[in-house]
């Protein structure tokens, strides 16, 4: 029934009972007045549940309590919807927040709105700095290019802001309506080894190349030679270049097959006997440079487990290298012997000795402390290097000391082959 139609009804059942009493007009406002009020007590319990926001709706007759109850399934369902949302959103801000690149929301061209613990770290932002332009605070040209750069995604690499030696990676991808999402990744790992790759590259040709010349240019002048002692001359020194492009090649190939097998498996390991591969050695050398005095102390018994071959390499870069780096001879002092659970190594020159600020770039590949002597001296630069991979597959480390100008001492241990009569330990 509509609202007018029953204020009719009502102001003619009121004028029948007031015409009861004679006076149908007075009963007739009379339950009007009473139906209006009632209404309006209705509609202002109504409005206060609205103000409420919250609760159950009051006792209501008619259309105004179904209007409540909708409205308070609407009201319940809606809440439901923004507690999943809220915690959604808790959810995405905790990913967010575990990250360990930087997150950053930019509104406009660059003004942050939002940034997480990595953007703090990375990129050392503070709280206050929200509502900020990132170009304020990052003076870099390559960024603000990047921020204006209009391209769909864009990226740059940077120095840290904190810490310069650290490389960031930033990348900024638009999202939304002028929005846009700075993502900034710690890559300073990578881009070292992409420096460390183009140097080796760099290193391993201009090895080459030198003795590649050498051969070329002899060659070139021997094309029309007739005077046998220079053809033989010239054919010696093609001869030396070849055989040092080779020994380059050699260490090479090892190195690379180091640096890609783990330790040696337990399977591949065998006993090796050190000491009188020393002892030959140094008999060899010793005929070869009687100039130089090997002193040997070694025990030709000790039994270590590894890779025969490898071992056997690292022990000769170390005496080869005591003979090549101590010019005007001296001795060349050996010991190999055993103390506590190991075998110890060390090879001691009286030669050139090494300058303090060099000791701990000594392994790296190509790194010498005199490049022209290094390769006079029939040095690839690579010897230490295969060294130091040798041992750290053995679960050992060079050890070096020198005084400049006196000699040096490389040493190593290894842990001793246990013996057939030991206590067998259980393995896990
Ligand atoms: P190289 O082939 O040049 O000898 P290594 O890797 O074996 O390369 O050694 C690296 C550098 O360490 C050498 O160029 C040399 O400068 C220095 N070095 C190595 N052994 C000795 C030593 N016994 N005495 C002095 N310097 C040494």
Same mark, same amino acid.
């Given at each position: 029934?509509? =609202?007018?139609?029953?204020? &009719?009804?009502?102001?003619?059942?009121? &004028?029948?009972?007031?015409?009861?009493?004679?006076?149908?007009?007075? =009963?007739?406002?009379?339950?009007?007045?009473?139906?209006?009020?009632?209404?309006?007590?209705?509609?202002?319990?109504?409005?206060?549940?609205?103000?409420? =926001?919250?609760?159950?709706? /009051?006792?209501?007759?008619?259309?105004?309590?179904?209007?409540?109850?909708?409205?308070?399934?609407?009201?319940?369902?809606?809440?439901?919807?923004?507690?999943?949302?809220?915690?959604?959103?808790?959810?995405?801000?905790?990913?967010?927040?575990?990250?360990?690149?930087?997150?950053?929301?930019?509104?406009? +061209?660059?003004?942050?709105?939002?940034?997480?613990?990595?953007?703090?770290?990375?990129?050392?932002?503070?709280?206050?700095?929200?509502?900020?332009?990132?170009?304020?605070?990052?003076?870099?040209?390559?960024?603000?290019?990047?921020?204006?750069?209009?391209?769909?995604?864009?990226?740059?690499?940077?120095?840290?802001?904190? $810490?310069?030696?650290?490389?960031?990676?930033?990348?900024?991808?638009?999202?939304?309506? #002028?929005?846009?999402?700075?993502?900034?990744?710690?890559?300073?790992?990578?881009?070292?080894?992409?420096?460390?790759?183009?140097?080796?590259?760099?290193?391993?040709?201009? +090895?080459?190349?030198?003795?590649?010349?050498?051969?070329?240019?002899?060659?070139?002048?021997?094309? !029309?030679?007739?005077?046998?002692?220079?053809?033989?001359?010239?054919? *010696?020194?093609?001869?030396?270049?070849?055989?040092?492009?080779?020994?380059?090649?050699? $260490?090479?190939?090892?190195?690379?097959?180091?640096?890609? !097998?783990?330790?040696? #498996?337990?399977? %591949?390991?065998? /006993?090796?006997?050190? =000491?009188?591969?020393?002892?030959?050695?140094?008999?060899?050398?010793?005929?070869?440079?009687?100039?130089?005095?090997?002193?040997?102390?070694?025990?030709? !018994?000790?039994?270590?487990?590894?890779?025969?071959? %490898?071992?056997?390499?690292?022990?000769?870069?170390?005496?080869?290298?005591?003979?090549?780096?101590?010019?005007?001879?001296?001795?060349?002092?050996?010991? @190999?012997?055993? &103390?506590? $659970?190991?075998?110890?190594?060390?090879?001691?020159?009286?030669?050139?000795?090494?300058?303090?600020?060099?000791?701990?770039?000594?392994?790296?590949?190509? @790194?010498?402390?005199?490049?022209?002597?290094?390769? +006079?001296?029939?040095?690839?630069?690579?010897?230490?290097?295969?060294?130091?991979?040798?041992?750290?597959?053995?679960?050992?480390?060079?050890?070096?000391?020198?005084?400049? *100008?006196? *000699?040096?001492?490389?040493?190593?241990?290894?842990?001793?082959? /246990?013996?057939?009569?030991?206590?067998?330990?259980?393995?896990?």
């Amino acid at each position: 029934m509509s =609202g007018a139609l029953a204020v &009719a009804f009502l102001a003619l059942a009121g &004028a029948l009972l007031g015409s009861v009493f004679g006076a149908p007009a007075l =009963g007739a406002l009379l339950v009007v007045a009473l139906q209006q009020s009632w209404q309006a007590l209705q509609f202002r319990r109504l409005n206060r549940w609205f103000d409420q =926001g919250s609760g159950h709706p /009051p006792v209501l007759f008619g259309a105004l309590h179904r209007v409540a109850w909708r409205v308070y399934r609407q009201r319940r369902s809606s809440r439901a919807r923004s507690r999943r949302l809220a915690t959604m959103l808790r959810e995405l801000q905790r990913a967010t927040q575990a990250l360990p690149d930087a997150v950053v929301l930019l509104e406009g +061209e660059d003004r942050i709105v939002w940034f997480n613990t990595a953007g703090a770290t990375l990129l050392g932002l503070q709280q206050r700095d929200v509502g900020q332009h990132l170009a304020s605070l990052f003076r870099a040209p390559e960024l603000r290019a990047l921020l204006k750069a209009d391209a769909s995604e864009r990226h740059i690499e940077l120095p840290a802001p904190g $810490d310069r030696a650290e490389i960031l990676d930033l990348r900024l991808v638009p999202y939304g309506n #002028a929005r846009q999402l700075l993502l900034a990744r710690d890559i300073t790992t990578v881009a070292r080894l992409r420096t460390m790759r183009q140097d080796f590259v760099a290193n391993v040709s201009h +090895e080459l190349r030198t003795p590649l010349t050498v051969i070329l240019g002899f060659l070139e002048t021997l094309k !029309d030679e007739e005077d046998a002692a220079l053809l033989h001359r010239g054919l *010696g020194r093609i001869q030396n270049s070849a055989a040092r492009m080779q020994s380059l090649v050699e $260490d090479l190939l090892l190195l690379s097959k180091l640096d890609s !097998d783990q330790a040696p #498996a337990l399977d %591949e390991q065998q /006993p090796v006997q050190l =000491g009188p591969f020393i002892q030959r050695l140094c008999a060899d050398l010793q005929a070869l440079h009687p100039a130089h005095r090997f002193v040997l102390a070694v025990d030709p !018994d000790l039994t270590v487990p590894g890779l025969e071959r %490898e071992l056997h390499s690292a022990v000769t870069n170390l005496v080869t290298n005591a003979l090549r780096y101590s010019p005007d001879g001296g001795a060349i002092t050996i010991s @190999y012997g055993a &103390a506590e $659970d190991s075998a110890h190594l060390s090879v001691q020159d009286e030669g050139l000795g090494i300058a303090a600020n060099h000791l701990s770039r000594l392994t790296e590949r190509f @790194y010498r402390v005199d490049v022209g002597r290094s390769r +006079e001296a029939g040095g690839t630069g690579l010897g230490l290097a295969i060294v130091k991979h040798v041992l750290r597959r053995h679960h050992s480390e060079l050890k070096v000391t020198s005084t400049l *100008g006196q *000699g040096s001492r490389f040493a190593f241990a290894l842990p001793l082959q /246990p013996r057939k009569d030991a206590p067998e330990r259980a393995h896990g």
